[in-house]
């Protein structure tokens, strides 16, 4: 019933076009893809195709529509609506950044015989095990990971490619590309020639607070464990006397979401580690890109990155710098890919002390050697060779040899 409602609020509030859409070589699904996309997309011809109901502004209709419409439609009206305006529109390739989609794995087990289903990946993919761990503690009723379908996924790396086989996850084609959020920060540090200090704190602590975990997983004690994180990296920083920047996550300009965040750290710190943390904030304050960047700009500029989870924690390590992933969570989904000295369990303060100045104080070579696996496993990186430039050539290869990739 709520997912009827919802399309009768679609209808009301969306302008009716009486036309099909016009065909174009490349469609971008999700328009919430587009932002990371914009440093190349604007070379090819492309048609954004929305997809959040939030988000559609505009419904297309004609008699053929329909026709594709009643064609593909098998209970779910948004699905059968894409797929037919897919049809329509006859893309070469259809590229999505929101690489966890399962309304784009859908439409690709429809129709990847006519077009190539390109997935970029955009963030660290515990997707997987989450589902998983929802399914397990009877949160939901089936597995949703199974629902995973993805015909060429451009990945961060080898450990992608590993995790996804080991769960029997549906992917034909696996490349490794490297994070193109990562590289958007690269480019954006080169083309407005930013000199960052590369030790101008001492810890950068990242937020990613694990608001309604406990409800949405089943698990009663991720919520307060995680926030000894936290409390360690705040005690740790005015034992020993360490400049802290703490990168927060949730932008000034959504004041819900940034509110939710704050209150968390109120609800689980003592008033002196609230006004600390606070106080050696890196604050996102709108939708600037010096804004948006700020995280990677904190993280770059100090020694040690410390964090519970984060993709930004595989970020730095594939480029070069030290990190610390320190977890309390009552699950292992959380859990780093790399085992070694970068990563640290449910240990006590003098545990987490030792760790981490033992991390603070090693050369570069020497942290990297006591890792237990290549520190480019988790994300593909090379500063010689953008992640852009790779994903162009990707794109291009796909856009102009379309029939030999539909036949393989």
């Known amino acids: 019933m709520k997912r009827y409602f919802s399309i009768l609020k679609?209808?009301?509030?969306?302008?009716?076009?009486?036309?099909?859409?016009?065909?174009?070589?490349?469609?971008?699904?999700?328009?919430?893809?587009?932002?990371?996309?914009?440093?190349?997309?604007?070379?090819?011809?492309?048609?954004?195709?929305?997809?959040?109901?939030?988000?559609?502004?505009?419904?297309?209709?004609?008699?053929?529509?329909?026709?594709?419409?009643?064609?593909?439609?098998n209970g779910n009206i948004m699905t059968a609506y894409l797929a037919s305006l897919l049809e329509i529109i006859n893309p070469k390739v259809v590229l999505t950044n929101i690489d966890n989609s399962l309304k784009f794995c859908d439409l690709a087990r429809i129709l990847d015989k006519k077009m190539n289903f390109l997935a970029i990946q955009n963030a660290s993919r515990w997707d997987i095990d989450e589902y998983k761990l929802r399914y397990k503690n009877n949160k939901t009723k089936t597995d949703r990971s199974k629902k995973f379908y993805i015909p060429n996924f451009l990945c961060f790396g080898q450990f992608e490619i590993d995790h996804y086989k080991k769960h029997g996850i549906e992917v034909k084609n696996f490349f490794k590309v490297g994070s193109l959020r990562l590289a958007n920060f690269m480019h954006y540090i080169r083309e407005n020639k930013i000199k960052l200090k590369q030790s101008a704190y001492d810890i950068c602590l990242i937020s990613v607070p694990p608001l309604q975990k406990n409800v949405t997983y089943g698990e009663k004690d991720i919520e307060k464990n995680y926030a000894d994180t936290i409390k360690y990296t705040i005690k740790f920083c005015m034992k020993n006397n360490m400049k802290l920047i703490f990168a927060q996550k949730r932008n000034k300009k959504h004041p819900t979401a940034n509110k939710a965040e704050l209150n968390y750290y109120k609800k689980h710190l003592t008033n002196d580690e609230y006004e600390y943390l606070i106080i050696n904030s890196a604050v996102k304050k709108g939708d600037s890109s010096s804004s948006k960047y700020s995280s990677y700009i904190a993280m770059k500029q100090s020694k040690v990155t410390v964090c519970a989870w984060s993709t930004m924690l595989r970020e730095n390590l594939c480029t070069g710098g030290k990190i610390l992933c320190c977890n309390f969570l009552p699950t292992n989904v959380w859990d780093f890919p790399i085992e070694g000295i970068c990563s640290i369990r449910n240990c006590t303060y003098q545990e987490f002390e030792e760790r981490l100045l033992q991390i603070y104080s090693m050369p570069e070579k020497d942290y990297f050697s006591k890792l237990s696996k290549d520190k480019c496993y988790t994300i593909e990186y090379d500063e010689k060779v953008s992640t852009i430039d790779i994903l162009k050539r990707r794109i291009d290869y796909f856009l102009n040899n379309s029939e030999h990739q539909k036949n393989n």
């Open 10 to 73: 679609l209808f009301l509030k969306s302008k009716f076009i009486f036309k099909n859409p016009s065909k174009h070589a490349l469609v971008i699904f999700d328009d919430e893809s587009f932002e990371d996309l914009k440093n190349f997309i604007y070379n090819y011809d492309f048609f954004i195709l929305q997809s959040r109901i939030e988000n559609i502004n505009k419904i297309y209709f004609s008699f053929k529509i329909l026709k594709y419409f009643l064609k593909n439609f």
